[in-house]
């Protein structure tokens, strides 16, 4: 990572770490680097956890879409932590495999394939097209989309976090993306 180690946190910092701890069994990866904000560290993990445990979309949508805006930037942390868990919440490995290869992933689940379209449309054009729209709005409805378009943000801010500080990789895993610059995996 470019940035050292947090060696000393300051009180606000501590409580916020042993909270996080608390929610997601360890302060690692992004909030290493948020914890040094400690009031916008708070807000994103506020919003990254209505994002992946309480959003209106069902479990595998929300695992996608957080695989959607990993694979964009190509935030290979945030894929390896991800890719297992939308595995087992439903979404189709071999469609995570073309994903990540960069091709046209095909999901079995419409629903999925609906969503990845949705998400690629607006992170690679910044618009939905009329269609695309329509469709989202009676499928996940009001809440669902912009529940949607919350999270490709969060999760588009992560991934800009973890390429731009170069979190490391997780020790058990390597490179999703093996062309990608940048990264290295931490020894385990």
Same mark, same amino acid.
Request: glycine share 8%; aromatic share 8%.
């Given at each position: $990572?470019?940035?050292?180690?947090?060696?000393?946190?300051?009180?606000?910092?501590?409580?916020?770490?042993?909270?996080?701890?608390?929610?997601?069994?360890?302060?690692?990866?992004?909030? /290493?680097?948020? /914890?040094?904000?400690?009031?916008?560290? *708070?807000?994103?993990?506020?919003?990254?956890? =209505?994002?992946?445990?309480?959003?209106?979309?069902? /479990?595998?949508? &929300?695992?996608?879409?957080?695989?959607?805006?990993?694979?964009?930037?190509?935030?290979?942390?945030?894929?390896?932590?991800?890719?297992?868990?939308?595995?087992?919440?439903?979404?189709?490995?071999?469609?995570?495999?073309?994903?990540?290869?960069?091709?046209?992933?095909? !999901?079995?689940?419409? @629903?999925?394939?609906?969503?990845? &379209?949705?998400?690629? *449309?607006?992170?690679?054009?910044? !618009?939905?097209? %009329?269609?695309?729209?329509?469709? +989202?709005?009676?499928?996940?409805? *009001?809440? +669902?989309?912009? @529940?949607?378009?919350?999270?490709?943000?969060? =999760?588009?801010?992560?991934? $800009?976090?973890?390429?731009?500080?170069?979190? @490391?990789?997780?020790? @058990?895993?390597?490179?999703? !993306?093996? %062309?990608?610059?940048? =990264?290295?995996?931490?020894?385990?």
């Amino acid at each position: $990572m470019r940035l050292g180690p947090l060696t000393e946190l300051s009180p606000e910092q501590a409580e916020l770490s042993a909270r996080i701890t608390a929610r997601r069994g360890g302060t690692r990866g992004p909030f /290493l680097v948020w /914890l040094r904000s400690p009031q916008l560290c *708070e807000r994103v993990e506020a919003l990254g956890a =209505y994002c992946r445990f309480e959003s209106a979309l069902p /479990l595998h949508l &929300r695992e996608l879409s957080l695989l959607v805006a990993a694979r964009h930037f190509s935030a290979q942390y945030s894929w390896n932590a991800h890719v297992d868990k939308a595995v087992e919440a439903g979404v189709d490995r071999a469609a995570i495999e073309r994903m990540a290869r960069g091709e046209k992933p095909e !999901f079995p689940d419409p @629903d999925a394939e609906l969503l990845h &379209r949705f998400a690629t *449309e607006v992170l690679e054009t910044h !618009f939905v097209s %009329d269609e695309t729209f329509a469709e +989202g709005l009676e499928r996940f409805g *009001e809440q +669902g989309l912009v @529940d949607l378009i919350g999270s490709l943000g969060n =999760y588009s801010m992560l991934a $800009m976090l973890l390429n731009t500080f170069q979190v @490391d990789l997780q020790p @058990d895993r390597q490179p999703p !993306f093996p %062309d990608v610059r940048g =990264y290295r995996r931490i020894a385990g």
